[in-house]
Every structure is written in structure tokens, then in C-alpha cells.
């Protein structure tokens, strides 16, 4: 069992920087790729960004590469999203996830944090 738990939402005007984090707690935090979804109000829940197991690869949705950048550091059984240059489209609920392969073998969500970008 991994236990995931996200901070560092809020509000932030356009323009601005949120950095978020997701610490795990449980099984070895470092057999797992991690993703970060969000889920906005009235839309479906979306992959944003997810990084490999040791953090070698990373990829993005378009609409925030080169704006937001996702890191971990498994000694510390954590996971970073940092979001620049933020946009009200970026309003949404942002769920930590992480996996094992196959997926069977772990698929774990955390509870989520509200991140709201105002123009």
C-alpha cells in the first residue's frame, strides 16, 4: 500500500508560480512512475505530466510544456510539479497518481489539491 499526499495549491493570480508536492509513504516509492491529472469543474480528469520511476524521463501535455516542469526525489518519496507563468485555464483540482507496471501491482491516487488561478 502507498499513501500519497498533496500540498502546495492555492490561489495565485495569472502570471504566477505554484510549486506542488506529493510525499508517499508505504511501499518503495522508487518502483513507481508518477503522474499529476487534474480534474476542472465540469471536465474530465486529465494527465498533465508523469515522470519514470527514476525520474530519466518526463513528459507533458501541450498545453503546459515549457511552463510547468515535474521532478522527485525518491530519498525523499517525493514528487514536484512546479507551474509557471500560470492561467486561468490551469484552475483545476490536481491529484497526485502513482503506478507500478503493470498497473495491477499498484495504482494509487491521492485525495487532491485545489489550485485556482484568477485573471
Known amino acids: 500500500q502507498v499513501q500519497l499526499v498533496e500540498s502546495g495549491g492555492g490561489l495565485v493570480q495569472a502570471g504566477g508560480s505554484l510549486r506542488l508536492s506529493c510525499v508517499a509513504s508505504?511501499?518503495?516509492?522508487?518502483?513507481?512512475?508518477v503522474n499529476w491529472f487534474r480534474q476542472a469543474p465540469g471536465k474530465e480528469r486529465e494527465l498533465v505530466a508523469a515522470?519514470?520511476?527514476?525520474?530519466?524521463?518526463?513528459n507533458y501535455i501541450d498545453s503546459v510544456k515549457g511552463r510547468f516542469t515535474i521532478s522527485r526525489d525518491n530519498a525523499k518519496n517525493t514528487v514536484f510539479l512546479q507551474m509557471n507563468s500560470l492561467k486561468p485555464e490551469d484552475t483545476a483540482v490536481y491529484y497526485c497518481?502513482?503506478?507500478?507496471?503493470?498497473?495491477?501491482?499498484?495504482?494509487?491516487w491521492g485525495q487532491g489539491t485545489q489550485v485556482t488561478v484568477s485573471s
Open positions: 497518481n502513482a503506478r507500478r507496471v503493470p498497473r495491477s501491482l499498484g495504482d494509487y
Open positions: 508505504g511501499r518503495t516509492f522508487s518502483n513507481y512512475y
Open positions: 515522470i519514470s520511476e527514476n525520474g530519466g524521463s518526463t
